[in-house]
């Protein structure tokens, strides 16, 4: 393999593995693999005719996708720092934060300052540079509720752009940045965190897991400590368990088309009103049709949790991604929903 060091700003490798950076653990190889350092040099990268003509692969912790097979072309690895504060007026704390930060290390850095509503969004894996592009969500809370602005680079003009929270166009697990995957690369996130904020306790056990606690009133590093602690007993850890999280979103259906279905189906859960669609759970369509625990090989639907896809140690992607097209598959013969997956598959 080789390995040109560019100053400090990029490093490129040939022929890389990319086992140890995604979380399922699978094997793929990227015919190049381009570490940056400091998001300037993207202008001299992007100017190569390699940049130019195909797009990159931009990968962040690798959490969030699946490698069915080698990438031919450039993979791009963020590793850009930094936590700047742009502005603090006692009431709010506006911040830019680099692509390459870890998610979970800036909540804790912004609860350590004082700032409220990140505590839900607690160990997410991934980087914040990821947070905008599927609009990362937990615990009825997203992160589009906190985000300023985007800088991002723009393949089609070639340049740096700084783009409105409503230019993102954000919607459920969804961004411009994901709808146009080939055209963006989030180089850093401008957020302003209110010190002032109602905590959200209402949702999927944030409430009892408080309780179990014996905390009444909670501060938000508690609301924090009680995700952690909900998240570590529901969700298999990656170190362990290769997974990528939630493999399939819950699907959003038109209000009248999700109420026929419910009625059909007696205890199917639907939140009639999440982002002026139907939401069901995608967990129990997987359940209801036979996906919980299934396995081959060992590509595997968690026994613990059905939306969690696993790799038992040496599945391939392609098994992984075959598992998960039997398990859609018997969903929309039942139930006659697709689902889609969450992460992004290559
Ligand atoms: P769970 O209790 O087994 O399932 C919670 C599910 O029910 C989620 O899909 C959630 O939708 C929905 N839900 C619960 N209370 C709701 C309410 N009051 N209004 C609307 N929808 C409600 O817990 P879980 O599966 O571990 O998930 C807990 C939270 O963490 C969820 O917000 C989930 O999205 C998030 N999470 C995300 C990932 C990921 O990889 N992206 C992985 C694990 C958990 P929503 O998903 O729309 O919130």
């Not at 004082?114 to 997410?124: D, F, H, P, V």
């Not at 398990?327 to 139930?335: E, G, L, P, S, W």
């Amino acid at each position: 393999m080789n390995n040109h060091a560019h100053g400090a700003a990029y490093t490129i490798a040939e022929n890389a593995s990319l086992r140890t950076r995604n979380s399922f653990g699978v094997e793929a190889r990227a015919a190049l693999l381009v570490e940056v350092r400091r998001a300037e040099a993207l202008a001299e990268l992007m100017a190569f005719a390699r940049f130019r003509t195909q797009a990159p692969l931009v990968l962040g912790a690798g959490s969030n996708i699946l490698f069915t097979r080698d990438w031919p072309g450039v993979v791009l690895s963020l590793d850009t720092r930094g936590i700047e504060v742009l502005d603090d007026d006692g009431a709010r704390l506006q911040l830019r934060v680099a692509a390459g930060e870890r998610w979970h290390d800036f909540v804790l850095w912004s609860l350590a300052k004082g700032c409220r509503g990140l505590e839900n969004l607690a160990l997410i894996p991934g980087t914040v540079g990821a947070a905008p592009i599927q609009n990362i969500g937990a615990y009825g809370v997203e992160v589009a509720e906190f985000i300023v602005a985007v800088e991002a680079w723009d393949r089609d003009t070639g340049r740096l752009v700084t783009l409105t929270a409503a230019q993102c166009a954000f919607g459920y697990r969804d961004s411009l940045f994901k709808r146009e995957v080939e055209r963006w690369i989030v180089v850093a996130v401008r957020l302003a965190l209110p010190r002032q904020r109602v905590l959200r306790t209402d949702y999927a056990g944030v409430g009892e897991e408080l309780a179990a606690m014996g905390v009444r009133d909670p501060s938000a590093a508690q609301v924090a400590e009680a995700v952690m602690r909900l998240r570590t007993r529901k969700l298999p850890d990656p170190a362990v368990l290769g997974n990528a999280g939630s493999f399939f979103k819950n699907p959003l259906l038109a209000t009248d088309a999700a109420r026929a279905l419910c009625a059909r189906h007696p205890g199917l859960p639907c939140w009639p009103d999440h982002h002026g669609l139907a939401k069901l759970s995608a967990a129990w369509l997987v359940e209801q049709a036979g996906g919980k625990g299934l396995r081959e090989g060992d590509a595997a639907v968690s026994q613990q949790h059905a939306l969690v896809l696993v790799n038992h140690g040496n599945a391939s992607g392609a098994q992984l991604w075959a598992l998960a097209e039997r398990v859609r598959a018997a969903v929309q013969a039942r139930f006659g929903v697709v689902l889609e997956p969450e992460p992004r598959i290559v």
